[in-house]
């Protein structure tokens, strides 16, 4: 991963005592956990957001003149900002607090289906998660558009000279993520992007998987929409945003009917409340997403820069290390990647493997990372997959290796 290289003090012992649950034991071993593309842990600060709420301020927002009600507004209102100047979008009216990214592409694509037509294209990737392939397919269900599909290599990247291929006037939309969660691959979207837009395609990045290592900025990108998770960005669960260019949110109709949603109700005619409350229908997730706004403030006292360096770093550390397994073969093994390694090793099922390290005390994921297509590339079942955060230590991997080592053994 790409990173200008800066001095920050970065003590990762000391950062490790922000997370309560990593100080934990699992089958009496210490906990290793390395499923952060899953999800990431949580740090005291943003748990503390939550209790604070709940112990203080616990109201619902942009209703009441009372004082609990005021207060609960202005923090949430505080946490759209802070995402707001986090992705450097134009307006805080741009973002609309989801809950998560599968939510926030389910209305874009919703939106979506008063505009396609038959005839109509819409371009995904190869190396999508199922949230980024599903929502389109029932769309083009929908509308008769057909849906096109820009393969990858055995590297794990995409094939750019055959998107560019696909592109046409036909093309009205297209969705790829920023960083894929099977394999780690940074896709090149500033030139998907560009090109889309010359044939006048909206563009929808899936950042789910990038934001936990990278600060995007969507108005250098010129992308029309962005979406993120807060869990796999030291944030809770259930919440999430989307980004989109205003003039695209003031045309897509609104997602779902509630409180919220509305300026005016009569039985005859609805006026619809304007951005970004004409997408935030009914109560949110009120502690979840000011707890959001927690998270992305730390992850910056972090600083990005920081992050990507050390990461790289253990990314490294750890392909050098399991490389020396006999038999171990990685997937996805572009320069361009982030601090995710899908492996198996020789014939056996990943979840064996799982199993026994779990045994040991590591958490590491398995199966098809919900990227069936990927997997089917490779005509795998499915692989182990190691992914790192900047709280892990080598001294993890080197426990990782010690354990697929052991597994190893007892499979084969
Ligand atoms: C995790 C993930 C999603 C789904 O996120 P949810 O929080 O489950 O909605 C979508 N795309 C990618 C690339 C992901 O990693």
Known sequence: MKSSIQHIDFNVEEIRKDFPILSRKVNGKPLVYLDNAATSQTPQVVIDAIVNYYCN?????????????????????????KIQTHFNAKHSHEIILTSGTTH???????????FLKKGDEVIVSAL????????????CEKTGASLK???????????????????????????????????????PIEEII???HKFGAAVLIDGAQACPHLKPDVQALDVDFYVASAHKMCGPT???????????????????????????VTFEKTTYADLPHKFEAGTPNISGCIAFGAAVDYMNSIGFDAIATYENELLNYATKKLLDIEGLKIYGNTQNKTSVISFNIDNIHPYDIG??????????????????PIMDFYKIPGTVRASFSFYNTKKEIDALYQAVKKAKLMLS
């Not at 616990?58 to 207060?71: D, F, K, M, P, W």
């Not at 999508?128 to 769309?139: A, D, R």
């Not at 199993?355 to 069936?372: F, M, P």
């Open 104 to 114: 926030s592409i389910n209305l874009v694509a919703h939106g979506f289906s008063s």
């Open 57 to 81: 301020y616990n109201a619902n927002i942009h209703r009441g003149v009372h004082t609990l009600s005021q207060e609960a507004t202005d923090a949430y209102e505080q946490a759209r900002q």
């Open 238 to 264: 259930g919440v999430g945003m989307l980004y989109g260019k205003e003039k695209w949110l003031n045309k897509l109709p609104p997602y779902q009917g509630g409180g919220e949603m509305i300026a005016e």
């Open 355 to 372: 199993t026994i390290v779990d045994k040991l005390g590591i958490a590491v994921r398995t199966g098809h990372h919900c990227a069936q």
């Open 194 to 196: 560009n090109k889309a």
């Open 128 to 139: 999508e998660h199922h949230s980024n392939i599903v929502p389109w397919q029932m769309l």
């Open 149 to 187: 599909v820009i393969p990858m290599n055995q590297e794990g990247e995409l094939v750019i000279t055959a998107y560019d291929n696909l592109l046409s006037e036909k093309t009205k939309l297209v969705f790829v993520n920023h960083i894929s969660n099977a394999l780690g691959t940074i896709n």
